[in-house]
């Protein structure tokens, strides 16, 4: 009855992440999609902490705090801030329609449930079911970074990628250096904050539209 | 008493000084103010790493749970550490000329130094970690600061350079974290929880009851991952640009170590998949796209303007082929693709040597503007046309060697996939040729009023051409006779890799 409970309960945090996620596509303003990021990083917060009290593994606490402070307080607001004082554009720009993002979006979920479920059939309940959502969660990071064209929500599908992988390793009964590989990530992630700031890319590209990027293929002359 | 017993245990193993001494050095080249001193001490500090890596030979120190060297590691550990330290001579060369060009502000160079020495300590903590996670935190950390390095200029281009790295490179390491993670989730039902489960001496013996299917799909995520880092295409983008826009030293070492360590661990994953014997053949994947990497690089080749970017491309081409080699499998082609990969270790950052040289004497980075090197530097000019002609392939030099081996392996297995590879390989070859051809010989430009020339010492001269002509020996040494231990010693680990 217990273990039913603690299963259901780390399904429905899980596919709140992974609700999130999808929320993450269909946002049409900059600051609402850092709102739903923020939004999303507390429910892997959640999802950790779920995670170390079922697992008796107290060290999951400390992801679940990196998650909740850094992800879901810190990297908002600073990115919150970054977009005001950059002036940068407050509409997301979208190099596929939000309804085509969507219908792929679905079908990477039901891709990623297919591939996982059979693959996992003899692991524990516990882990499939999150695998198969941390999977999609991946997936749907990435489609986000391919499909939304500036700097920011680059970061941020960046970020919702790695959200996707850290459930990964909570899930994983047992996994040694959660701890410090959420750390690492938190660090790569404090950098390309620091990055866009740093330098200054609106100043030096006179957009953050990534696309400005791609003009540059190399040999120029 | 036991932190004291613990450190004197770790005193006596020389995997400890391997990593402590880079990073000691970079948190101490961090606060040091002074840039020459700091160039030399980073001289020395890279060649005492190599010195340490060398004890391992004499004394193999026992595996524990968070390091440990074998038959496979140890040779790359020795290849890292002795590049890591020719380079470092080169990057003193090359750091006093760029000073006098007043193009490095002296926080640039202290960052710089720091970041050099950090470099090193993450390749070499990503060799001899025996656990994955670790091997993990130390690749994502290459790519920091590796990152930080390419941008070190702040011009726009190596901005744009570093942000395109940034990004591919993040996505490639989180993909190859969630390869890792289902690692672990195929080995802990057999090996219960926790740090056991992560580790590469304890997975590889128990690799046949993990589950196939769960590998099949972790391997998927890891060769993409990793593939990144490697430069495979066509996930190869970020290559080129942080080739080009970097100093040049870092150049030498993304082609001579980063690709390397990157297929490293690549490589170790396919050892438990074969350990394993019930999933996919990894083989033909790696095969793909190391074919695919070799095509278009060779293609990419004839069409490029700018003297980094072409040696840029020109190791996406040898990643390509070596992982060829090893998709191939059996001991003749893991023999030639660990051989390739010293080979073009060795080349290609001897090669960068010498094109950090030439960008700075002539100023550009345009092919078009550099001509006539055999002409106007001679000891400079010949050095490269060697180290050109070898990572083309021509015989005698060792680069020619391992791919024969290849192509002729190839051929022996699967003689349909040889013909694509001998193709590649050709047209790779007559685009450098055209391209030596121009740089190498002809007239020399009107000489232009160049910034440093007459202002460089010769000891800086020397300093610089050392590097390059020592590893220019090296590959031709190779190539004519390699040392019978160092054979015996390819076979084993060839055997190894399955």
Request: with cysteine; charged share 10%; hydrophobic share 60%.
């Amino acid at each position: 009855m217990a273990q039913q409970f603690s299963y259901d309960l780390a399904h429905l945090i899980g596919a709140t992440v992974l609700m999130a996620g999808m929320g993450l596509l269909y946002q049409r303003r900059l600051f609402a999609v850092l709102n739903t990021f923020a939004f999303q990083a507390v429910a892997l917060a959640a999802a950790a902490a779920w995670q170390a009290h079922v697992q008796h593994a107290p060290h999951l606490y400390a992801t679940a705090a990196i998650a909740l402070i850094f992800k879901a307080i810190a990297v908002p607001l600073a990115l919150h801030w970054l977009v005001e004082r950059l002036g940068i554009h407050r509409t997301v720009e979208t190099a596929l329609s939000i309804g085509w993002t969507m219908i792929v979006g679905v079908a990477l979920v039901a891709l990623s449930i297919m591939l996982v479920l059979p693959v996992t059939a003899k692991a524990a309940a516990l882990t499939r079911e999150s695998l198969s959502i941390a999977m999609s969660v991946v997936l749907l990071g990435m489609l986000m970074m391919i499909t939304r064209r500036n700097a920011v929500t680059q970061v941020v599908g960046f970020m919702a990628l790695e959200n996707g992988l850290i459930l990964a390793a909570v899930s994983a009964k047992g996994m040694p250096l959660v701890v410090e590989i959420s750390i690492a990530f938190s660090v790569l992630v404090a950098m390309t904050v620091f990055g866009i700031f740093f330098f200054r890319i609106r100043e030096r590209f006179d957009t953050l539209d990534l696309n400005y990027l791609e003009t540059y293929r190399g040999d120029r002359q | 008493m036991t932190v004291w017993a613990a450190l004197e245990a770790g005193a006596a193993n020389p995997l400890m000084w391997i990593l402590a001494i880079p990073l000691g050095s970079a948190g101490f080249l961090a606060v040091l103010p002074h840039w020459r001193l700091a160039a030399w001490l980073n001289v020395a500090a890279a060649g005492t790493t190599f010195l340490a890596s060398l004890v391992l030979f004499r004394h193999r120190p026992e595996p524990t749970h968070l390091l440990f060297i074998d038959d496979f590691n140890i040779y790359l550990v020795a290849l890292t550490a002795f590049v890591g330290f020719t380079t470092s001579i080169f990057s003193a060369a090359y750091i006093g000329r760029e000073t006098q060009a007043d193009r490095l502000s002296d926080v640039h160079l202290r960052f710089y130094h720091a970041m050099y020495q950090a470099f090193l300590f993450t390749m070499l903590l990503a060799l001899v970690a025996n656990n994955t996670g670790v091997m993990w935190v130390a690749v994502e950390a290459a790519t920091l600061t590796t990152v930080l390095m390419v941008s070190l200029y702040r011009t726009r281009e190596a901005i744009e350079a570093a942000w395109k790295y940034f990004i591919l490179c993040s996505v490639g390491i989180g993909l190859a974290l969630f390869g890792t993670t289902l690692v672990y989730l195929a080995a802990q039902p057999v090996m219960g929880d926790g740090a056991d489960a992560m580790a590469w001496t304890l997975l590889i013996g128990k690799a046949h009851a993990f589950h196939p299917d769960l590998l099949n799909l972790a391997f998927v995520f890891l060769l993409v991952g990793y593939g990144t880092k490697v430069g495979l295409a066509p996930l190869h983008a970020w290559l080129p640009d942080a080739h080009a826009e970097g100093p040049t030293p870092i150049s030498a070492v993304l082609s001579g170590l980063l690709l390397n360590v990157a297929l490293y661990a690549l490589l170790r994953f396919k050892m438990l998949l074969a350990a394993n014997g019930k999933t996919l053949e990894p083989g033909p994947l790696m095969i793909m796209m190391g074919l695919s990497s070799l095509f278009l690089s060779a293609f990419m080749l004839y069409r490029r303007g700018d003297i980094k970017r072409l040696f840029a491309y020109s190791s996406i081409e040898h990643m390509g082929v070596i992982t060829f080699a090893f998709g191939l499998g059996g001991p003749v082609a893991n023999f030639a693709g660990l051989m390739h990969m010293t080979m073009h270790s060795l080349t290609k950052s001897g090669i960068f040597f010498a094109v950090g040289i030439i960008t700075q004497n002539a100023g550009t980075k345009r092919l078009a503007d550099i001509r006539g090197l055999t002409a106007s530097h001679p000891v400079l000019g010949w050095g490269f046309v060697i180290a050109v002609l070898a990572i083309a392939g021509l015989p005698p030099m060792g680069v020619f060697m391992s791919e024969f081996l290849v192509v002729t392996s190839a051929f022996a297995r699967q003689p349909l996939l040889a013909l694509p590879l001998a193709v590649g390989l050709l047209l790779a070859f007559g685009a450098l040729a055209i391209r030596l051809q121009g740089m190498a010989f002809g007239a020399p430009p009107p000489a232009r009023r160049v910034h440093s020339q007459a202002r460089v010492g010769l000891m800086s001269t020397v300093l610089a051409y050392v590097p390059l002509w020592l590893h220019v020996a090296l590959v031709v040494v190779a190539g004519l006779w390699l040392p019978g231990p160092l054979v015996a010693w390819f076979e084993a680990v060839a055997k190894l890799l399955g």
